[in-house]
Nanobody, 117 residues
Framework: QVQVVESGGGLVQPGGSLRLSCAAS????????MSWYRQAPGKERELVAS????????DYADSVKGRFTISRDNAKNTVYLQMNSLKPEDTAVYYC??????????WGQGTQVTVSS
């Protein structure tokens, strides 16, 4: 079964950290670029971070630069999002996406991240 499954979300206080994981199965993970998106209530889904198939290049939304780090382990078919210095405005459902081409995308079901005191 072709799928990506996110985990690691939860409730954290402002200034805290979380690490999200996205486990892929059913496809050749090392051939896919990976990205993290998020969607807050009442807002559009936005790109947070992306990483190329071999992991040689990453990109970040301005709002998370210097706080979030995307990485991948192709031996484990997993992509990670390390989130530090979390802010209340980071509260959202975080989604993982695998991309092979513009028309081949695999989305996960999402994991909730809530930043609140």
């Amino acid at each position: 079964q072709v799928q990506v499954v996110e985990s690691g979300g939860g409730l954290v206080q402002p200034g805290g950290s979380l690490r999200l994981s996205c486990a892929a199965s059913g496809f050749i993970f090392s051939r896919y670029a990976m990205s993290w998106y998020r969607q807050a209530p009442g807002k559009e889904r936005e790109l947070v971070a992306s990483i190329t198939s071999a992991g040689g290049s990453t990109d970040y939304a301005d709002s998370v630069k210097g706080r979030f780090t995307i990485s991948r382990d192709n031996a484990k078919n997993t992509v990670y999002l390390q989130m530090n210095s979390l802010k209340p405005e980071d509260t959202a459902v975080y989604y993982c996406k695998a991309t092979r081409t513009l028309s081949i995308n695999i989305w996960g079901q999402g994991t909730q991240v809530t930043v609140s005191s």
